[in-house]
């Protein structure tokens, strides 16, 4: 896969490949979640809903291993009499619990949980774009190493990330990208991705580069794609 191919490419399957073994579990559980979230409006069963909470707080380590477990097989018994010949907004529903269930699950689940959402929405098609997007957003850019100077890392600009993360305020991100430029940084990339120029989106993926516990943010680098 070439650079040009990662930024056009709409299939999460292949994306996940690309970046296999070489980046955390934490940023595929995010994923997971990120991708639950965005079906939100049909994910209404409280016990999956509650699987996906679990899932985004142990990524952040605010739940334990054993909470995670129990969620995800509370999940799983929701889903033990599901009929797969359903259709419509049952079946619909009935995937949005499964794919909470695959969230909360081993991280080796992350298709499952990407795919399952899909067949939960609307239009799966769009789904699957949408859910590209937030990959690139979580996993950056595999074709170019980004490292982050801790001189960036200013109070400030500390302060502004850590509750953007908390807050779920990505609006703000902007105001971030100027705090870290007043900091010295001058990395298109990164500022690029604060600001949102169309190639990033905003949402729950954004936070993992800035937050104090995203791996980017405590000075990992994206990985570099094989040709594979």
């Known amino acids: 896969m070439t650079e040009a191919q990662w930024w056009a490419c709409k299939d999460v399957a292949t994306m996940l490949k690309v970046i296999r073994g070489r980046t955390s579990d934490r940023k595929r559980r995010l994923f997971s979640v990120g991708c639950c979230r965005r079906i939100w409006g049909v994910l209404t069963d409280p016990v999956g809903r509650h699987a996906v909470d679990i899932a985004e707080r142990h990524a952040d380590g605010n739940a334990t291993g054993k909470e995670l477990t129990a969620a995800s097989r509370a999940a799983a018994l929701a889903t ?3 009929d797969p010949m359903k259709s419509g907004d049952e079946y619909r529903a ?3 619990v499964t794919a909470a269930m695959n969230a909360a699950a081993k991280v080796g689940q992350t298709l ?14 769009i789904e699957r774009a949408a859910q590209s997007r937030l990959l690139r957003d979580i996993f950056g850019n595999p074709f170019r190493l980004v490292t982050f100077d801790s001189a960036w890392l200013t109070p400030t600009a500390v302060g502004l990330a850590e509750g953007i993360y908390a807050d779920r305020a990505f609006d703000r991100m902007p105001i971030l990208a100027d705090a870290m430029q007043d900091a010295g940084c001058e990395d298109v990339d990164v500022l690029s991705h604060c600001r949102g120029d169309g190639r990033t989106s905003a949402g729950a993926g954004s936070s993992t580069a ?4 995203g791996d980017s943010f405590q000075g990992d680098s994206a990985p570099r794609a094989t040709n594979d």
């Open 80 to 82: 033990a009499d599901y």
């Open 112 to 125: 499952y949980a990407a795919e399952c959402c899909a067949e939960a929405a609307v239009d799966g098609g």
């Open 94 to 96: 009935e995937q949005a």
């Open 210 to 213: 800035f937050s104090r516990k």
